[in-house]
């Protein structure tokens, strides 16, 4: 069992929707989002890159597009729920969690673990 999975995935079912646990590299060189990673602390985060500067909040708007447009939702309803200046935030995506839920682990290759 690798590390990212015995650490369960970096996202949980809240009322509002899904809380998504993100470590975000700016000036990444393109807008993509990665797999999991498990950092030192034994937090799962997902790995997200971004063209955008860290600068007047660029990078976290291009997250919560590219978050946006991963899991079909409207930009509107992706918002960077805590860490807004931190490289480690937690994204709140409102609405469906459970359909977001499954739509991210598809993509990051965890949809077999739910």
Not at 35 to 47: F, M, R
Not at 64 to 70: D, H, I, R, S, T
Request: no cysteine.
């Amino acid at each position: 069992m690798s590390a990212a999975a015995a650490a369960g995935p970096p996202w949980r079912l809240v009322a509002e929707g899904l809380l998504v646990t993100v470590r975000l590299t700016p000036r990444g060189g393109r807008d993509a989002l990665g797999g999991i990673e498990v950092l030192a602390d034994g937090k799962a985060v997902l790995t997200a890159r971004v063209r955008a500067a860290p600068t007047d909040g660029e990078a976290n708007q291009a997250l919560a597009k590219l978050l946006a447009k991963a899991l079909k939702v409207p930009a509107s309803r992706v918002s960077i729920a805590h860490g807004a200046s931190s490289r480690v935030k937690t994204v709140l995506i409102e609405g469906d969690g459970g359909a977001a839920e499954r739509m991210l682990a598809s993509l990051v290759g965890q949809g077999d673990r739910l």
